[in-house]
Antibody, heavy 127, light 108 residues
């Protein structure tokens, strides 16, 4: 069974740091891109970051670029999100998601859909 | 940056057809994915690449995409379909994922 299990959430003060982890099982982890998506309380989904299967390519939303770092350890089947300089507006449930098959055409590559999601981990930034 | 626009809410009677739209500039040239999210649960992929259904998703769910509008259609709506629905694309011009604001489907 394909599973994603997030951990590492909690309460942190503004300006602080936190590292989220996402343990994957049931599929060949290194063959798939992975992503983080967050959802503030009562709000919609917001994409945060994505990383290719090899880890060689990373993508970030403007709202977190320069503060968050996505990475992966394919030997441990684990995805990470290092979050620094946290702000109140970063308060949200953070989901990791497996990215399905993408495609490339005309030299441009397209990320696939988020076909498997974890249950999420809550991050609260407050003093 | 690319923007996706969804109606905040759609209401439908049981057994009828619900259509949830997702508007974007020339969205027909992009691949659209749709997610269902019930309260307190993680999102679930219901349609990918405009009109493909993952295994386990009922045939009542279908999708289309043309021009400036993509549409998620739910036929023979059931009470269990009540949820928030989000459209999503990959904006290759900026290498960013974009989500629509979400539509709350209410089954009357």
């Amino acid at each position: 069974e394909v599973q994603l299990l997030e951990s590492g959430g909690g309460l942190v003060q503004p300006g602080g740091s936190l590292r989220l982890s996402c343990a994957a099982s049931g599929f060949t982890f290194s063959s798939y891109a992975m992503s983080w998506v967050r959802q503030a309380p009562g709000k919609g989904l917001e994409w945060v970051s994505a990383i290719s299967g090899s880890g060689g390519s990373t993508y970030y939303a403007d709202s977190v670029k320069g503060r968050f770092t996505i990475s992966r350890d394919n030997s441990k089947n684990t995805l990470y999100l290092q979050m620094n300089s946290l702000r109140a507006e970063d308060t949200a449930v953070y989901y990791c998601a497996k990215v399905g098959a993408g495609y490339c055409t005309g030299g441009v590559c397209h990320l696939g859909a988020f076909d498997i999601w974890g249950q999420g981990t809550m991050v609260t930034v407050s003093s | 940056s690319y923007v996706l626009t969804q109606p905040p809410s759609v209401s439908v009677a049981p057994g009828k057809t619900a259509r949830i739209t997702c508007g974007g500039n020339n969205i027909g040239s992009k691949s659209v994915h749709w997610y269902q999210q019930k309260p307190g649960q993680a999102p679930v992929l219901v349609i990918y690449y405009d009109s493909d259904r993952p295994s386990g998703i009922p045939e009542r769910f279908s999708g289309s995409n043309s021009g400036n509008t993509a549409t998620l259609t739910i036929s023979r709506v059931e009470a269990g379909d009540e949820a928030d629905y989000y459209c999503q694309v990959w904006d290759s011009s900026s290498d960013r994922v974009v989500f629509g604001g979400g539509t709350k489907l209410t089954v009357l």
